[in-house]
């Protein structure tokens, strides 16, 4: 079987000669395959160019033709250009073409008018779709690839009918890129309409709906540098990032965008950041999860139990969440506990009426969850990527309205006026969601020893702040 491919500029009339040609062939033999591909006349060069340089070859005009070996598999063989279409048809196929110039012209104009309108009506067409715009910065990040199969779900956006997934990473490792891209296109997932990817702000966070900043690598640190020195440029290289993306956000992103900052450095600071230049985006919208400190206080507490992780909820973390945070277990409950009092499997208990050992639970206990990520990326050689993956997708179901009303979440959010805490301090406190919108839970005991963690958290803060700027 012979597959040959005719590409030229729609408004060609070389390009127009040899389609009428192949469609001859085509009527008289079965065997014969054409497939066309009509460029506008200001992309031509551009797409001859890459595609002559992504098969080796060497043409500069239009039409461009090459025989595809079916049979054979491998790149397709280079014919030349509509003399050389024309040899060849005399040569196999005995069939010439002897189009007067007047048609070529007439057809060549009909084609250009006909990809005009192919065009038109594309565009149209894309115009009715509506996705919801997902961004994710450090794509390449690995948690990503826990992340994407699970956030393009229907349990996280129930009431989303199509999503362009946008894939955006500073190192400008496009390779890279474009193979997460092929690789999330293969998931076939229901509600994926198109990935598209980036290697720099020029299109970053365009009518972004969703925000995921999982952004770690800062600087580049030199071995004569002492940490303090290294803190100052890692401090001051999260600055310049994140006041550039809060201003592309306050340009870009839809105003009721949802920007989730995650991670394991920095993350209160860099929330915080986008919030001093976002300024026409209502605070509300800026996160920064605790999750994966929840569930790491959760499977301690689990462990030292007896009974399963799940079994262990409503763990509140306060404070800088990659800083001084402080694990309270004020409302923690633990159901399907084997100790002397039992009940059906709806019946819980409060875990600190459980644990007795109140020195554990403010000294050995809180150092244990500080520690645990690092001790389970030291058992795996890599960060909790899976974790913070799980994070992201939590906390966005809860925003969607996937969660009870009783359900309480450790997020680090804007504190205006909370617990005499200065202006402009993002810290992690709990929180409930109601119809897709959060609100801080003030039913919870806040005692002076608590108050003075969460100042020592903003004081911390605040020096970070100053240390960048």
């Known amino acids: 079987m012979a597959k040959f491919v005719l590409a030229g500029k729609a408004d060609c009339p070389h390009y127009a000669k040899a389609e009428l040609l192949a469609d001859t062939l085509h009527r008289s033999l079965p065997n014969f395959r054409v497939h066309k591909i009509s460029i506008l006349p200001d992309e031509w060069k551009e797409w001859l160019e890459a595609t002559c340089n ?50 070529m012209l007439s057809v060549a104009a009909e084609n250009l008018e006909t990809k005009m309108k192919l065009i038109v009506e594309e565009q149209h067409r894309l115009s009715l779709i509506k996705p919801l715009h997902i961004w994710i910065s450090s794509a390449l990040s690995p948690a990503c690839h826990f992340l994407i199969p699970n956030l393009l779900s229907a349990e996280v956006f129930p009431h989303v009918s199509t999503i362009s997934l946008h894939l955006l990473d500073l190192d400008r490792n496009e390779e890279e890129l474009q193979q997460l891209r ?10 994926l309409h198109q990935v598209t990817i980036h290697t720099d702000l020029g299109q970053a966070f365009q009518e972004a709906d969703v925000i995921l900043l999982l952004d770690e690598c800062w600087s580049d640190g030199t071995k004569n540098e002492n940490e303090e020195e290294k803190k100052k440029k890692t401090v001051k290289g999260i600055s310049d990032r994140y006041r550039e993306y809060g201003r592309l956000i306050d ?105 007795h050992e109140r020195k554990w639970l403010e000294t050995d206990f809180q150092d244990l969850v500080r520690c645990q990520r690092a001790a389970v990326a030291s058992k795996t050689c890599r960060a909790a990527d899976m974790s913070l993956a799980n994070g992201i997708v939590t906390v966005l179901k809860a925003w969607n309205g996937i969660c009870g009303p009783d359900e309480v979440f450790s997020m680090g959010v804007l504190c205006p006026g909370y617990y005499d805490l200065p202006d402009g301090t993002v810290l992690s406190v709990p929180v409930t969601f109601m119809d897709g919108k959060w609100s801080v839970l003030f039913d919870v005991t806040v005692g002076e020893e608590l108050k003075e963690r969460l100042h020592l958290s903003a004081s911390e803060l605040r020096q970070e702040k100053e240390l960048g700027s």
């Open 182 to 191: 092929m690789e999330t296109e293969d998931l076939a997932l229901h509600l």
């Open 251 to 355: 340009t870009r992103a839809n105003k009721e965008v949802k920007v989730i900052v995650s991670g394991d450095s920095f993350v209160n600071l860099r929330c915080s950041l986008l919030l001093d230049s976002a300024r026409s985006i209502d605070s509300h919208q800026f996160v920064t999860m605790a999750t994966q400190l929840e569930n790491e206080a959760r499977a301690i507490i689990a462990k030292k139990l007896k009974v399963k992780t799940s079994d262990v909820t409503n763990v509140l973390v306060w404070g800088n969440i990659s800083g001084s945070f402080y694990v309270d277990l004020q409302r923690a409950k633990v159901f399907n506990y084997d100790g002397a009092i039992k009940g059906p499997a709806f019946f819980s208990q409060p875990v600190e009426k459980i644990l």
């Open 54 to 103: 992504r098969n080796g070859w060497k043409h500069e005009e239009s039409p461009l033709v090459w025989r595809e070996l079916v049979d054979q598999g491998g790149k397709g063989m280079l014919l030349g250009g509509f003399n050389d279409f024309l040899e060849h048809c005399q040569d196999y196929y005995n069939i010439t073409s002897d189009m007067p110039t007047d048609i």
